[in-house]
Each structure stands twice: as structure tokens, then as C-alpha cells.
């Protein structure tokens, strides 16, 4: 059942498989080289059979984080790679997946995006005691890949407390399951212009002066100077020349 698809979501304690997968090219990821070759080399070893670390991939919005984890399906599908999407409200049923998956010759990485969890919510217990400390030992070809946008998955907590050495103590207790930390960072205006051009050329568009200045335009207009607002103009730009609405 496992070999017919890709990748799979998890809901409501159901596999259910993607179609049509979503999988980035490895190598249209610019400037974030060593985080790409510390996922692949992790990600080599669970195909491969040998220990593998869990992995959070965390920092500033629009950097290539979960692009770069999809792009995993692309290097190692061909060997027997799954990747399954798990949502925060299905992480009390992670244990039922785990029995589906033990036994499988294929290797699966679970997929949490954008994970995060606001005071109060206390379903990262859950999660802490399953990726390390439950009585029931994770299946062996099994490794879970999370996204995040705050480098320690927890809301801060405001207000005072009897014992704050302690509560940070805890909220950390969950990043500490990772053993492998990617950090991401914000581009600057260079590295932005830098991956504007590289998608320009994949779509056969000439990079000149004038598409300079509407690309640092779009960016300052967004606030943003990522790879995902480069990806957002060059789809806007090549829309523009195909109507007619910009001539060159």
C-alpha cells in the first residue's frame, strides 16, 4: 500500500495519499548550502538504514525550510523514501502510525510544518514523550522532520513565575528531542536579487536594470527580501510579459 504514493497526510488517524506532491528542486535552494547538506547527509543515512537524528529546521519566515525537507522525496524517493505530513491535532494518534509503518522496508519521515505551541497548549508532551521516552520504541525507519518559525517551538510565557529557571527548563525539553537544530536566516537584498536571477534564467527571462529595480521594489513593498518573495515576483513578471501588460 506504501509504494503507491510519495508522500501521504495523516488525519484523523487515516493515511491518506497526495497525488500530485509538491517537490522542490534540491538544487534551486540558494544560500542556505549547509543546511542542505546536513539534511541530505541525515536523510542518506535513514535510506540507507543506519541512525538517523530527528531534525528542526527553525528561523525567519520564507527561507526554504519546509522547500527544503520536500526536496528529500526528490533526491531519495527513488530509494524508498515516504515523506507523511502530520498535523499538531493528530499528534495523539502518532502512536497508531507508528504501527502502521513498523515493518516497512520503505523509510518515512514525519513532516510537522509550522509547528508551534501558545501557552496553554499542552499537546507538546504528547509529542515530546513519543519522539523519545514513551514505553513503545519508535519504529526504526521512522525519523520526524519539524518546521518552525520560533527556534524553540513554545510561546514565551509573560508574567511572573515561582519558578522560571524551571518553566524555561521545560519548554526547551522538546527542542532537545531534535538532534539535529538547522538555523535559517533572513537574506539580504544581494542574496534576494541572486535567486530573482537564477529563476529568471529557468524561465528563459533576460535579467536587466529595469527588472532589478521592480524586484527590489516588490520586496521592499512586502518587507520581505526572501527566497519566497523572489519565487512570488518571478511569477508575477513572467504572468506580466505573457499578457502583455509588460513589454520590454
Same mark, same amino acid.
Given at each position: 500500500?506504501?509504494?503507491?504514493?510519495?508522500?501521504?497526510?495523516?488525519?484523523?488517524?487515516?493515511?491518506?495519499?497526495?497525488?500530485?506532491?509538491?517537490?522542490?528542486?534540491?538544487?534551486?535552494?540558494?544560500?542556505? $548550502?549547509?543546511?542542505?547538506?546536513? =539534511? +541530505?547527509?541525515?536523510?542518506?543515512?535513514? #535510506?540507507?538504514?543506519?541512525?538517523? /537524528?530527528? *531534525?528542526?529546521?527553525?528561523?525567519?519566515?520564507?527561507?526554504?525550510?519546509?522547500?527544503?525537507?520536500?526536496?528529500?522525496?526528490?533526491?531519495?524517493?527513488?530509494?524508498?523514501?515516504?515523506?507523511?505530513?502530520?498535523?499538531?491535532?493528530?499528534?495523539?494518534?502518532?502512536?497508531?502510525?507508528?504501527?502502521?509503518?513498523?515493518?516497512?522496508?520503505?523509510?518515512?519521515?514525519?513532516?510537522?510544518?509550522?509547528?508551534?505551541?501558545?501557552?496553554? $497548549?499542552?499537546?507538546?508532551?504528547? =509529542? +515530546?514523550?513519543?519522539?523519545?521516552?514513551? #514505553?513503545?520504541?519508535?519504529?526504526? /525507519?521512522? *525519523?520526524?522532520?519539524?518546521?518552525?518559525?520560533?527556534?524553540?517551538?513554545?510561546?514565551?510565557?509573560?508574567?511572573?513565575?515561582?519558578?522560571?529557571?524551571?518553566?524555561?527548563?521545560?519548554?526547551?525539553?522538546?527542542?532537545?528531542?531534535?538532534?539535529?537544530?538547522?538555523?535559517?536566516?533572513?537574506?539580504?537584498?544581494?542574496?534576494?536579487?541572486?535567486?530573482?536571477?537564477?529563476?529568471?534564467?529557468?524561465?528563459?527571462?533576460?535579467?536587466?536594470?529595469?527588472?532589478?529595480?521592480?524586484?527590489?521594489?516588490?520586496?521592499?513593498?512586502?518587507?520581505?527580501?526572501?527566497?519566497?518573495?523572489?519565487?512570488?515576483?518571478?511569477?508575477?513578471?513572467?504572468?506580466?510579459?505573457?499578457?502583455?501588460?509588460?513589454?520590454?
Amino acid at each position: 500500500m506504501l509504494e503507491r504514493a510519495l508522500a501521504y497526510r495523516f488525519k484523523e488517524g487515516k493515511l491518506q495519499p497526495v497525488e500530485h506532491p509538491h517537490i522542490p528542486s534540491f538544487q534551486n535552494l540558494l544560500h542556505i $548550502d549547509r543546511q542542505k547538506e546536513e =539534511l +541530505k547527509r541525515n536523510t542518506q543515512k535513514l #535510506v540507507m538504514g543506519l541512525h538517523a /537524528n530527528d *531534525v528542526l529546521l527553525w528561523g525567519d519566515r520564507g527561507t526554504g525550510k519546509s522547500s527544503l525537507v520536500k526536496s528529500m522525496l526528490g533526491l531519495f524517493g527513488k530509494d524508498g523514501l515516504r515523506i507523511i505530513q502530520v498535523y499538531k491535532m493528530d499528534i495523539e494518534h502518532i502512536s497508531d502510525l507508528y504501527g502502521i509503518l513498523r515493518g516497512s522496508p520503505l523509510k518515512f519521515i514525519l513532516f510537522f510544518d509550522d509547528l508551534s505551541f501558545e501557552k496553554g $497548549d499542552e499537546s507538546y508532551r504528547i =509529542l +515530546k514523550s513519543m519522539m523519545d521516552g514513551d #514505553v513503545e520504541e519508535r519504529p526504526p /525507519n521512522v *525519523v520526524i522532520y519539524a518546521t518552525s518559525n520560533r527556534r524553540n517551538l513554545m510561546a514565551d510565557v509573560e508574567g511572573s513565575e515561582l519558578f522560571p529557571e524551571e518553566s524555561a527548563i521545560e519548554r526547551w525539553s522538546l527542542v532537545e528531542r531534535f538532534g539535529i537544530r538547522l538555523g535559517f536566516f533572513a537574506f539580504g537584498m544581494d542574496q534576494y536579487l541572486d535567486v530573482v536571477k537564477h529563476y529568471l534564467t529557468l524561465k528563459g527571462i533576460t535579467w536587466d536594470e529595469e527588472i532589478r529595480a521592480m524586484a527590489v521594489r516588490w520586496a521592499t513593498e512586502r518587507g520581505s527580501f526572501s527566497g519566497r518573495t523572489a519565487w512570488q515576483f518571478v511569477k508575477y513578471l513572467e504572468g506580466e510579459l505573457h499578457v502583455g501588460y509588460y513589454r520590454r
